[in-house]
């Protein structure tokens, strides 16, 4: 009896240690595994503080963000009473540098972006007008685009106007063999339904018309042409000009010392 446990016993002993081995095998294989990664891990977080840089913009989230092409006073007072001094002094900083950016418009650059601003504005000459019963909107034709990022000229388009008060506005003295200058945006919503784009005729924005020095209230979204003098349509013709300005315009660093901004400046 005394022989047969023992050597159960034995038995036992001899299966607990075999599996004791074994954990602690796996357990020393973890620790050396996490050891070596935790090395690696601040091995390379090292080489990239040695090789890459962080970069940090300051940008004021003011009223008219982010359209840069209307002035801000309180971007213009924030920069003011603002302390690089405190900035520079800030013992995360490494180096600061101090630039300005301006727009600068080339009728040859085209930016593409649909994010843009003012990308789905339009300033077109129609003409051509016929209704569809089945929609409810006006056909008519693109005679010359003021502006215009996507439509071409020569192709029709429906029109819808953004308030009634308009549509009666723009068919109170309406001519059918005219053609109008019309301010307004391509439809996004509409542009699914339809097999053709749809343009809302509206009013100007108030950011347009404070960076054109005049009121949105004052200025009437469409007119009639005069012979054809598209680029003489008054306050339109401006408008025209200021999206094409503003969305096509390139981003241009003035600085004294362009040297200076190769670190903040990578790709240059």
């Not at 924030?78 to 600061?96: I, K």
């Not at 429906?158 to 008060?165: G, I, N, Q, R, V």
Request: hydrophobic letters at 40%.
């Amino acid at each position: 009896m005394i022989f047969r446990n023992s050597l159960s016993s034995v038995l036992r002993t001899g299966k607990k240690t075999a599996l004791f081995i074994v954990l602690i095998s796996a357990l020393s294989l973890f620790s050396v595994l996490g050891i070596g990664l935790l090395v690696t891990a601040d091995s390379f977080q090292k080489q990239c503080e040695q090789t890459y840089t962080t970069l940090a913009t300051l940008e004021y989230l003011g009223a008219a963000y982010p359209d840069e092409s209307v002035f801000d006073e309180g971007m213009a007072n924030a920069l003011n009473n603002m302390d690089f001094n405190g900035l520079q002094s800030n013992p995360n900083v490494l180096e600061t540098t101090q630039y300005e950016r301006i727009n600068a418009y080339n009728p040859a650059y085209k930016d593409g972006l649909s994010e843009s601003l003012y990308r789905k504005n339009v300033v077109l000459a129609i003409t051509h007008f016929t209704y569809m019963e089945n929609n409810g909107y006006y056909q008519v034709l693109i005679e010359k685009g003021l502006y215009s990022a996507n439509l071409k000229e020569y192709t029709y388009v429906w029109l819808d106007f953004e308030s009634e008060e308009l549509k009666k506005e723009f068919f109170a003295d309406f001519q059918e063999d005219g053609v109008y200058i019309v301010h307004g945006f391509v439809s996004e919503i509409d542009k699914f339904m339809s097999t053709n784009d749809v343009v809302i005729v509206s009013n100007i924005s108030k950011p347009v018309a404070e960076a054109l020095e005049v009121n949105a209230k004052d200025v009437t979204p469409f007119l009639k042409a005069a012979d054809k003098q598209y680029d003489t349509a008054g306050i339109l013709s401006e408008v025209a000009n200021f999206y094409r300005v503003s969305n096509d315009s390139m981003k241009v660093y003035v600085t004294q010392k362009i040297e200076e901004m190769f670190p903040f400046q990578q790709e240059l």
